[in-house]
């Protein structure tokens, strides 16, 4: 299995609503990623993983809660988000300290109304 | 902050021409990467360099790596209209595992 997979695909939610992203790899890699990518820009990293541990956080504000139960998941946790927060969140993973480069995942499309 | 600035920002070329894309930084990074993005998906790993100087080949596409491991290019040979996507280059910033991403190469190849 090459792949990384990320779920929902799509998703819309209220300023109010609280929502999870998920991540899932079976690759063996021990780091995991999120990122940020508006429309026509390069992707931005938000927080990176190693070994189940949060080893990189980039001044993502609190409404944004990374969560990683295993060595294969990867969640994202939102709460109370604004519609400038739309965007296509990427997971990614590698082996450690991104030896040979990331695998991303399709992303999810996030709307905020 | 370490930056990678990509030229040119956009392209748009007919099926069959040859191009180049650049990724320049003041900044040196332990390797760097090369990723093309299509709409709507996650950006796709192409190649990977290490070392200073190194030149590597992917069938049409052949990518440089700057000898002082500040820069790089991509070239793409006779170029089809699948070449199409977002071409961006990442650096691997030392001794962590944060890469930074260029400000990306928007190609459009027209049959």
């Known amino acids: 299995d090459t792949e990384v997979t990320q779920t929902p695909k799509h998703l819309v939610m209220g300023m109010t609503n609280k929502k999870s992203l998920k991540c899932e790899q079976h690759m063996g890699h021990r780091a995991m990623y999120w990122y940020k990518q508006k429309a026509k820009k390069p992707p931005e990293l938000m927080f990176v993983y190693s070994y189940e541990k949060l080893s990189i956080n980039e001044s993502v504000p609190s409404r944004f809660s990374p969560e990683c139960p295993n060595s294969s998941l990867l969640n994202l946790h939102l709460h109370a988000l604004q519609p400038e927060d739309s965007a296509l969140y990427l997971c990614?993973?590698?082996?450690?300290?991104?030896?040979?480069?990331?695998?991303f995942g399709s992303g999810t499309r996030l709307t905020v109304v | 902050t370490q930056l990678l600035e990509q030229s040119p920002q956009f392209l748009s070329i007919q099926e069959g021409e040859n191009l180049t894309v650049y990724c320049n930084s003041s900044s040196v990074f332990s390797s760097l990467q090369w990723y093309r993005q299509e709409p709507g998906e996650g950006p796709v790993l192409l190649v990977t360099?290490?070392?200073?100087?190194e030149v590597k080949k992917l069938k049409r596409l052949t990518f440089q790596f700057g000898d002082a491991r500040k820069d790089s290019s991509l070239h793409i040979t006779a170029a089809q209209p699948g070449d199409t996507g977002l071409y961006l280059c990442a650096g691997l910033v030392g001794g962590t595992y944060k890469y930074i991403f260029g400000t990306g190469t928007r190609l459009k190849v027209l049959a």
């Open positions: 990614a993973s590698s082996q450690e300290r991104g030896v040979g480069g990331y695998t």
């Open positions: 360099v290490v070392t200073g100087g």
